[in-house]
């Protein structure tokens, strides 16, 4: 849908999650940092963004000498999280290039 898209109470509470995490990720110094946000959802949920390709968004966020990736992740409630764990092994394995 995009963020200019997305209800305005939605856009704000993502964003406080947002600002919390990018708080958070100035504590280490190192040259990558990944800042991941895990979201539940209900198992329909899941599984509509699963087809769609929408388990997992990543954004780069430069910190002087740094590199921030934020990664937004679904997990359904209960069980079935594989195809989560694989998104999140291909994040942490492949990083996004500026």
Not at 19 to 28: D, E, G, H, P
Not at 73 to 85: F, I, L, Q, R
Request: neutral net charge; charged residues 20%; proline residues 6%.
């Amino acid at each position: 849908m995009g963020w200019r898209n997305l209800d305005e109470v939605i856009r704000d509470r993502h964003r406080a999650d947002l600002l919390q995490v990018l708080a958070y990720s100035t504590l280490f110094d190192a040259p990558r940092i990944i800042a991941c946000l895990v979201y539940p959802c209900l198992p329909e949920t899941y599984m509509s963004l699963r087809d769609r390709g929408q388990l997992v968004a990543r954004a780069i966020v430069p910190a002087g000498n740094r590199r921030i990736e934020i990664v937004l992740v679904t997990a359904p409630m209960g069980s079935g999280a594989e195809d989560t764990v694989a998104k999140l092994v291909e994040v942490f394995l492949h990083p996004l290039n500026f």
